[in-house]
């Protein structure tokens, strides 16, 4: 079955860290978006941190210091270190893949992505 699969959310207070992972069964995650999303009650689904299919990074400009992507091809595992969390990253936390060969921004935009995880809730305390 072709499916991601989310770990390792939590409550943390301000400052903590957690670390998330995707990992992806019957299916690559080489050469294609991989990004993680999130979603807070009442607001749309943004885009948090995405690898292209050459592995360039970005991030949204509130987690840039602060959060790591990273994927381990070898494995079809893509992490999302957080750190210094705050509770304005409280929100359920989505991996998706996007389509073969594209890069770039384009991988900032969730309409290119394919599958989806199920999600995994981070809660910042004050």
């Known amino acids: 079955q072709v499916q991601l699969v989310e770990s390792g959310g939590g409550s943390v207070q301000s400052g903590g860290s957690l670390r998330l992972s995707c990992a992806a069964a019957?299916?690559?995650?080489?050469?294609?978006?991989m990004g993680w999303f999130r979603q807070a009650p009442g607001k749309e689904r943004e885009v948090v941190a995405f690898i292209d299919r050459g592995s360039i990074i970005n991030y949204v400009d509130t987690v840039k210091g602060r959060f790591t992507i990273s994927q381990d091809n070898s494995k079809n595992l893509m992490y999302l270190q957080m750190n210094s969390l705050k509770p304005e990253d409280t929100a359920t936390y989505y991996c998706?893949?996007?389509?073969?060969?594209?890069?770039?921004?384009?991988?900032?935009?969730?309409?290119?992505?394919?599958?989806w995880g199920q999600g995994t809730q981070v809660t910042v305390s004050p």
């Open positions: 998706a893949a996007g389509s073969v060969w594209l890069a770039g921004l384009v991988c900032a935009n969730k309409d290119v992505y394919t599958l």
């Open positions: 019957g299916y690559s995650i080489s050469f294609r978006c």
